[in-house]
C-alpha cells in the first residue's frame, strides 16, 4: 500500500510584525477606509495575509476603483478634474486619468506649506564625513521657488529638457523640483559616467538647460570632471545655459551660470498645472548592447505610484527618515525623491559605500536617524563577509526597515540582518525596475517575512509566473508578467515615434502583457520569490535555473569575491557553461576550492548545473549602476567582436571585457 505525497511543510517566517504595528501601518487604515468609501474587502481580524491578499485581489480586479481611492487617501490635488480613471486599458497605451492636471512638485513640497513645520529638514545631506547638513522645508520650497523662476526667465518651457550632471545633493532634488515645476523635463547622470555614456543618454532628449558639478567626492579624493564637463557642452548644441554647482570649490567657467546667484532669490514657488500624462522625467536602461532606451514617465504616473509605495508599502510619513544608497544615474534616486510625496525627510549621501569601512553606511544610518534604510542586496552580503556587526556597533534603534534592491538578497542576507542588526527587523527585499520607476513585488508591513523570498506582489499590480504558452504557475518558476496596466510604465522611449521600440521591449512575447525579463516564482502563500534575468537563463538538459540561485550558492564561500555564469549553446548542438570567479584577496583557485564549488552547486541546487569550467577571473563586469553584466558576455563568449557585444560606454571597466575577449579567441583556435 501507498500514501499520497505529502505537501512540504511552510517554513516558519523569520519576521512578523506585531499588532499595533500591523494596527498603525498605513495600509490597514486605507484598507479600513476603501472598504466603507469603495467597496474594498474588509479586513479578516487576527489574519494579516488574508487581509492584504483580499485587498490586493481588490486591487488588480477593479483597477480604476483602486486608484481612485489612493489618490483620494493621499488627497492628490487635481487642478482640473479627471473625466474617468482609466479610459483604456489595453497595453501598451493605456490612458490614466485623461482631462486631469496636477503638478508633482506641487505634491513633494506641499508639507512645507505647513507652518509648523517649515523648520523641519525635508533634506538631510550627508559626505563622506559622515556630518549631516539639513536643508529645511521653508528653505528647499524657497530654493525651488528661486530655481524656477530662474528658469523660465531663461526660456525653459513645459516638454522642454533639463540635465544633471551631478551627484545625490540637495542642489539635484532642487532642479528636479524646479524642473517639474514648469513642467520641463528632468533627466541625470551621476558625475562618475564618462563623457560618452552622458552623452549616449543626454544626445537623445536634447536639453536646453545642464545642471553640472566641477567634481565629487569619493573614497577619501576629489575627482575633477571639469574636463569632461566642457565636452557635455561641446557635444550638446541644444543648450541655452549651463549652472555650474562648485562642489569642489572652483570658478564658474566662461559663460556659465552659478548656482547660488540663481537660488537666492527667496520666491514662492509657482506650479505649472500640467496634464497627467505630461512628462515628468526621462530615465534610462543599462544600454550595454546599444544605445540607452530613454524612458519616459508621466508626471501623474509616478506621483500616483510613488504615493501608493511610499506610503501603503514602506509606511514612511512626517516622522520618517528615509535613507536609500543610490546615485543620480539610479532610478533608485528618483524614488528616494518619494518621501518627500508623504512629507519625509529624505537623506541624500553623497560618497562611497564603504568608506572610510565597510560599515560606512550604518554610520551614516545613525548619524541621521534613519528609519527606512535601503540599500543594495550586494552591500548586505558585503558587510556578512567583512564581518560588520551593525546592531553592535551602532545605534540602529530608530531602523524599522530594512529594503534592498539591485538584486535578490539571497537567503544568508536575510538571516545576518536578523542576527546582526535586530531580531525584530521588518527585512523588505524589493523588486522592480527602471521600467516603471517603482517596485512589482516587495514591501508589506502587514505580512510576515519569509527568508529569501520577497513579502507580496504590490497593490494594482498584477504579477504573475507564466510558462512560454502564457499559463500561469505557482510554485513553479515562469516569467515575470504584469497582465494589468501601471500608471508610472512607459508613456513611451525617446524617439521612438510609432513605438516599435516599446513594443519589442515588453510585450512581443505575451501581447497585451507586460513581460519583463525574470524568472521569479509566485508561491501558494502569496510570497515571490527572484531567480534572476531570463534573458541570461541557464538551460541544461531542459532545466532551467536563474544565474542569482548559483550566485547566492557560490558566493556563500569565503574564498569567492564575486561570480558571473554563463550559459552557452554551442554549435553543434552543445552547451558550454563556464563559472568565472574573482577570488578574495589571498585565496587560490585550486583543486580543493574547484571541488568545493562543484559540491555546492551540485548538492545546494542542481547536479545538471555544476559547471563545465571553473575559471579565476580578474573581476566580473557591471553596469553603470552596479548590475553584473551577463548578457554581453555571453555575445563575447560567442565570438561576437567587443565594439558590437557592449556599449563601452555602459560598463564600468571595459578591460574587464577583454579578459573575457580573450578568452573566447582563445577557445576559437
Known amino acids: ?122 533634506l538631510l545631506h550627508v559626505d563622506e564625513s559622515h556630518e549631516p547638513t539639513p536643508v529645511t522645508w521653508a528653505e528647499l520650497r524657497a530654493q525651488v521657488g528661486s530655481l524656477a523662476a530662474e528658469l523660465r526667465r531663461l526660456g525653459v518651457r513645459p516638454g522642454d529638457r533639463v540635465s544633471g550632471y551631478v551627484p545625490n545633493i540637495p542642489q539635484a532634488v532642487v532642479a528636479l523640483l524646479a524642473s517639474a515645476a514648469v513642467g520641463a523635463v528632468w533627466t541625470s547622470c551621476a558625475p562618475d559616467f564618462g563623457a560618452r555614456s552622458v552623452l549616449d ?31 557635455l557642452r561641446a557635444e550638446l548644441p541644444s543648450l541655452t545655459a549651463v549652472v555650474h554647482i562648485p562642489l569642489l570649490g572652483t570658478e564658474a567657467p566662461e559663460g556659465a551660470l552659478h548656482w547660488d546667484d540663481i537660488v537666492s532669490r527667496d520666491e514662492e514657488p509657482v506650479f505649472e498645472q500640467v496634464p497627467f500624462d505630461h512628462p515628468l522625467w526621462v530615465l534610462y536602461s543599462s544600454g550595454t548592447t546599444g544605445l540607452p532606451k530613454a524612458i519616459v514617465q508621466s508626471q501623474g504616473g509616478i506621483l500616483l505610484e510613488h504615493l501608493k509605495q511610499a506610503g501603503l508599502h514602506c509606511d514612511l510619513g512626517p516622522e520618517d527618515r528615509f535613507f536609500w544608497y543610490t546615485s543620480t544615474g539610479w532610478m533608485m534616486w528618483n524614488f528616494l525623491a518619494a518621501g518627500l510625496l508623504v512629507g519625509s525627510t529624505i537623506v541624500l549621501y553623497d560618497g562611497s559605500p564603504g568608506f572610510p569601512d565597510t560599515g560606512a553606511q550604518w554610520a551614516i544610518a545613525e548619524r541621521t536617524g534613519a528609519t527606512l534604510f535601503g540599500t543594495s542586496a550586494a552591500y548586505v552580503m558585503a558587510c556578512a563577509k567583512a564581518g560588520v556587526h551593525p546592531g553592535r556597533d551602532y545605534d540602529l534603534s530608530r531602523v524599522k526597515c530594512v529594503a534592498t534592491t539591485g538584486s535578490p538578497l539571497p537567503p544568508d542576507g536575510f538571516r545576518w540582518l536578523h542576527d546582526e542588526v535586530a531580531e525584530d527587523l521588518w527585512i523588505a527585499s524589493v523588486s522592480g525596475g527602471t521600467d516603471v520607476c517603482s517596485c512589482f513585488a516587495g514591501a508589506v508591513p502587514t505580512l510576515p517575512v519569509y527568508i529569501g523570498e520577497l513579502q507580496a506582489p504590490c497593490l494594482g499590480t498584477d504579477v504573475r509566473a507564466w510558462d512560454p504558452q502564457g499559463k500561469p504557475l505557482t510554485d513553479e518558476v515562469g516569467e515575470l508578467v504584469v497582465t494589468n496596466p501601471l500608471p508610472s510604465m512607459p508613456i513611451r522611449f525617446w524617439n521612438d515615434p510609432h513605438g516599435s521600440r516599446y513594443r519589442d521591449s515588453y510585450f512581443e512575447m505575451y501581447p497585451g502583457v507586460w513581460r519583463h525579463g525574470d524568472w521569479i516564482t509566485r508561491t501558494a502563500r502569496g510570497t515571490v520569490v527572484i531567480h534572476g534575468r531570463s534573458d541570461s537563463t541557464l538551460n541544461r538538459q531542459g532545466v532551467r535555473m536563474g544565474s542569482a540561485d548559483i550566485y547566492e550558492a557560490v558566493e556563500r564561500l569565503p574564498e569567492i569575491r564575486e561570480s558571473l555564469v554563463i550559459g552557452l549553446e554551442l ?99
Open 201 to 231: 543618454r543626454f544626445q537623445q532628449v536634447e536639453p536646453v538647460v545642464l545642471f553640472t558639478v566641477d567634481g565629487y567626492r569619493y573614497g577619501g579624493k576629489e575627482h575633477d570632471r571639469r574636463a569632461t564637463v566642457a565636452e
Open 1 to 122: 500500500m501507498t500514501t499520497a505525497p505529502q505537501p512540504a511543510p511552510h517554513p516558519e517566517p523569520l519576521w512578523q510584525p506585531g499588532a499595533d504595528r500591523i494596527a498603525g501601518a498605513q495600509v490597514t487604515r486605507f484598507q479600513e477606509w476603501a472598504a466603507a468609501h469603495h467597496g474594498a474587502p474588509a479586513a479578516t481580524p487576527g489574519d494579516p495575509a488574508a487581509s492584504y491578499a483580499a485587498l490586493h485581489r481588490w486591487s488588480v480586479d477593479e483597477l480604476s476603483t483602486f486608484w481612485r481611492a489612493t489618490a483620494e487617501w493621499f488627497d492628490v490635488r487635481f487642478s482640473t478634474p479627471y473625466d474617468t480613471v482609466l479610459a483604456d486599458a489595453t497595453m501598451p497605451g493605456a490612458r490614466w486619468f485623461p482631462g486631469a492636471t496636477l503638478n508633482y512638485a506641487e505634491h513633494a513640497l506641499r508639507a512645507g506649506e505647513d507652518p509648523a513645520r517649515a523648520a523641519d529638514p525635508a
Open 571 to 669: 554549435p553543434d548542438g552543445g552547451y558550454w557553461m563556464p563559472l568565472f570567479v574573482h577570488l578574495a584577496e589571498g585565496a587560490a583557485l585550486d583543486d580543493d576550492l574547484r571541488g568545493r564549488i562543484k559540491q555546492t552547486i551540485r548538492t545546494q541546487l542542481s547536479p545538471r548545473h555544476v559547471p563545465d569550467d571553473i575559471i579565476e577571473a580578474p573581476g566580473v563586469p557591471h553596469t553603470l549602476t552596479g548590475k553584473r553584466i551577463e548578457v554581453p558576455v555571453k555575445r563575447l563568449l560567442q565570438g561576437t567582436p567587443l565594439e558590437k557585444a557592449v556599449n563601452p560606454g555602459s560598463v564600468d571597466n571595459l578591460e574587464l571585457l577583454r579578459f573575457y575577449e580573450r578568452i573566447a579567441a582563445d577557445r576559437a583556435k
